[in-house]
C-alpha cells in the first residue's frame, strides 16, 4: 500500500518499473518506452543528473535516483526510496553493465571481479531487495538483461560471458522459486544492438600476442562494428514491454532472445552442446553401478 500522500495518482492499469543503467543504451530505450505507455519509471544511474531529460518527460512518473548496484547501501536505500515515492514496484530491470574484452590470460583478478561485482551480484543483490517486496503482492516481473553471451561464448568475452552464465543460471532457478507466488522472472538475450557499449566504451585488457588471431580479432571487430550494429534498442525495449504486459501464464517464455543475430548464435550453441552430449551418451551411460 502506498503511504505516501504526495505520491502521483497512477491508473490501476499503469505499472511501476524500477530500471538500473538508465543513462544510455537498453535502459535509457526502457525508460522512454515505458513513459510513453502512461506508466512509472524509477530511473537509476550513478550521476542522476545525467537522466534530467528523462524526468523531463513525465516529471510526475519519472523518479531519478542515484545507484551504484555495486553498493549493497545504496541499493537498499534506492528500493525503499522507490517503494515510498511510488508505493510498489511492478517490474523490476537488471540492465546495470559494461563491455569488455581480452582473453584469459589478459584478465586480471581485478577485472574479473569488477565484471562480476556489477553484472552478477550487483543484480542479484538488487533482485533479493525487491524479491520480498513482489512475492508478498503475488505480482510483478524481474527482468534480467542478460545477452547472447549468457549461452554462447566467443573467445576474449570470457569475463563478460562468465557474468551473463551465472546471471542466467541464478535466474532460472529464481523462476522456478517465484512462480508459485505469481512473480515472473524474464531473462533478455540481445544479440548486438546500436548501444554505447561498443567501440571505445569496452574495457580492454593488455593485449598478448599469443591471442592476436583469436581474441585479437575480435577486439579489431568490437571497433570496426561499433555504429554499425543491427539491433534498434528502441524496437527492443517496445518487445520487452510488450511481453511484460501479458499476463503471466504456466507457458510464459522464461528467455527473450533480441535479434537475428542472437536467434542464430543461440542454435548454434545449442546444437553444439546436443552434439556432445549425443557423442559422449554411451560412455556417461556405462559409468552407472
Not at 543484480?123 to 534480467?144: F, K, N, S, Y
Not at 561498443?198 to 575480435?218: C, I, K, Q
Request: proline fraction near 6%; charge should be neutral.
Amino acid at each position: 500500500m502506498n503511504t505516501n500522500t504526495n505520491a502521483p495518482s497512477l491508473p490501476a492499469s499503469a505499472k511501476v518499473w524500477f530500471i538500473t543503467g538508465a543513462a544510455s543504451g537498453f535502459g535509457r530505450a526502457l525508460v522512454r518506452e515505458a513513459v510513453d505507455r502512461g506508466d512509472a519509471v524509477v530511473a537509476t544511474a550513478r550521476k542522476p543528473e545525467s537522466l534530467a531529460d528523462l524526468v523531463a518527460l513525465a516529471p510526475s512518473r519519472v523518479l531519478a535516483l542515484r545507484l551504484d548496484v555495486t553498493q549493497p547501501a545504496q541499493s537498499h536505500a534506492a528500493v525503499t526510496e522507490a517503494l515510498s515515492h511510488f508505493g510498489r514496484i511492478d517490474v523490476l530491470v537488471n540492465n546495470a553493465g559494461f563491455s569488455i574484452i581480452g582473453a584469459v590470460e589478459e584478465t586480471s583478478d581485478e577485472a574479473l571481479r569488477d565484471t562480476l561485482e556489477l553484472m552478477f551480484f550487483g543484480a542479484a543483490r538488487l533482485t533479493r531487495d525487491v524479491v520480498p517486496h513482489l512475492r508478498e503482492r503475488g505480482a510483478g516481473t524481474i527482468v534480467q538483461m542478460s545477452s547472447m553471451a549468457g549461452l554462447n561464448t566467443s573467445p576474449g568475452f570470457s569475463a563478460y560471458c562468465a557474468a551473463k552464465h551465472a546471471l542466467e543460471g541464478f535466474s532460472e532457478c529464481l523462476a522456478h522459486e517465484l512462480r508459485p507466488h505469481g512473480v515472473r522472472v524474464l531473462i533478455v538475450e540481445p544479440g548486438t544492438f546500436r548501444t554505447s557499449l561498443f567501440g571505445d566504451a569496452f574495457r580492454r585488457m593488455p593485449e598478448h600476442p599469443a591471442y592476436a588471431s583469436t581474441s585479437g580479432t575480435l577486439r579489431a571487430w568490437v571497433s570496426q562494428a561499433d555504429g554499425q550494429q543491427p539491433g534498434d534498442p528502441a524496437k527492443a525495449a517496445r518487445v520487452i514491454v510488450d511481453e511484460v504486459a501479458r499476463p503471466l501464464r504456466p507457458d510464459a517464455p522464461l528467455r527473450l532472445p533480441l535479434g537475428g543475430d542472437a536467434v542464430d548464435g543461440i542454435r548454434q550453441k545449442l546444437a553444439f552442446i546436443a552434439a556432445d552430449i549425443d557423442h559422449g551418451e554411451r560412455a556417461a551411460r556405462a559409468t552407472a553401478f
